[in-house]
C-alpha cells in the first residue's frame, strides 16, 4: 500500500459504527467529491451475552443488516459527486448490480469488479456513469486510479 500523501487529512476508524458517526459529522459544502472506496459489511454480528464457551464442535451466530453509509452520505451531502465501489464474484452480475447501486443512492459512478482483482496489481474494471455510460479499463491499480479520478473531472 502506498503511503498518503502529508497534504491529504485522513480520520481513521475501525467499525462502521464509527464511520457512520465520522459521516455524521461531516461538513457536506467543504468536499469536491467523495470515493467511498471501502467496501463496509452489510451485516454485523449480534452482540452476544457473555463468552461463548470454547471447546464447541459449531457455533451459530446471528446477524443484523449493518447501517448503509453510502445513504447516510447522500443525506448529508446530496449535491456532492459520490463515486462507490461494487465488488461481485464474477464478472457476470456486476452491471446489473452496479447499476442498481448507482440508481438506488444518485451516485455519479459506481465501479464494478470481480473479487479476484483485489489479490493482483492488475485489475479489470467496469465504470458505470449517472448517464448509463459504461467503460472496462484494464491496467495497474495505479492507472485505474487515475482512470477514477478522471471520471470525476
Do not use: W
Not at 6 to 12: F, N
Not at 16 to 35: F, G, P, Q, R
Not at 56 to 76: F, G, M, W, Y
Not at 90 to 117: C, E, F
Request: hydrophobic fraction near 35%; glycine fraction near 4%; proline fraction near 7%.
Amino acid at each position: 500500500m502506498q503511503p498518503i500523501p502529508s497534504y491529504i487529512s485522513t480520520t481513521s476508524f475501525t467499525t462502521s459504527k464509527e464511520l457512520i458517526h465520522l459521516v455524521n459529522s461531516l461538513s457536506a459544502s467543504s468536499y469536491d467529491a467523495i470515493i467511498l472506496c471501502a467496501a463496509v459489511a452489510d451485516y454485523l454480528p449480534k452482540k452476544q451475552p457473555g463468552k461463548i464457551p470454547s471447546g464447541k464442535q459449531h457455533v451459530d451466530i446471528s446477524c443484523t443488516p449493518a447501517p448503509k453509509i453510502l445513504e447516510s452520505i447522500r443525506k448529508k451531502a446530496p449535491r456532492v459527486p459520490l463515486i462507490a465501489f461494487k465488488a461481485e464474484p464474477t464478472s457476470a452480475t456486476i452491471k446489473k448490480q452496479a447499476l442498481q447501486l448507482l440508481k438506488k443512492y444518485h451516485l455519479t459512478a459506481v465501479i464494478g469488479n470481480t473479487l479476484s482483482g483485489f489479490e493482483n496489481d492488475i485489475n479489470t474494471i467496469t465504470i458505470i456513469q449517472a448517464n448509463q455510460h459504461i467503460q472496462q479499463e484494464k491496467g495497474t491499480k495505479n492507472k485505474l486510479a487515475d482512470t477514477i479520478l478522471n471520471t470525476l473531472a
